[in-house]
Nanobody, 125 residues
Framework: VQLQACGGGLVQAGGSLRLSCAAS????????TAWFRQTPGKGREFVAA????????YYANSVEGRFTISRDNAENTVYLRINSLKPEDTAVYYC???????????????????WGQGTQVTVSS
């Protein structure tokens, strides 16, 4: 599975973005796809995840209500809609995929086998 993330950019605070993560090589139904973000000098922070099978979603407390993760199985693509952007949302956003993740593991970056290249989101105040 190869992941290609895009959709980042420079946005004013309060604006919105939609990030996309396209997978080549169809993940099987056991996969979970997630978004993480990283700022310089810090580790990757879990943002949101979605099961490939079903519609269960998971969010970090810090983004719930502003971020929405969704998927289009026909296009092998997962999206992250970010509303009401804040300067503290500035980071490189990565998508990741991993098989057979139990719920308690979903927020851990080490559990994901496949990573996209990252897309920069910069929010100006």
């Amino acid at each position: 599975v190869q992941l290609q993330a895009c959709g980042g950019g420079l946005v004013q605070a309060g604006g919105s973005l939609r990030l996309s993560c396209a997978a080549s090589g169809r993940p099987d139904s056991s996969y979970t796809t997630a978004w993480f973000r990283q700022t310089p000098g810090k580790g990757r922070e879990f943002v949101a995840a979605i099961r490939w099978r079903g519609s269960t979603t998971y969010y970090a407390n810090s983004v719930e209500g502003r971020f929405t993760i969704s998927r289009d199985n026909a296009e092998n693509t997962v999206y992250l809609r970010i509303n009401s952007l804040k300067p503290e949302d500035t980071a490189v956003y990565y998508c990741a995929a991993g098989p057979r993740l139990i719920t308690s593991s979903i927020r851990s970056a080490t559990m994901y086998n496949y990573w996209g290249q990252g897309t920069q989101v910069t929010v100006s105040s």
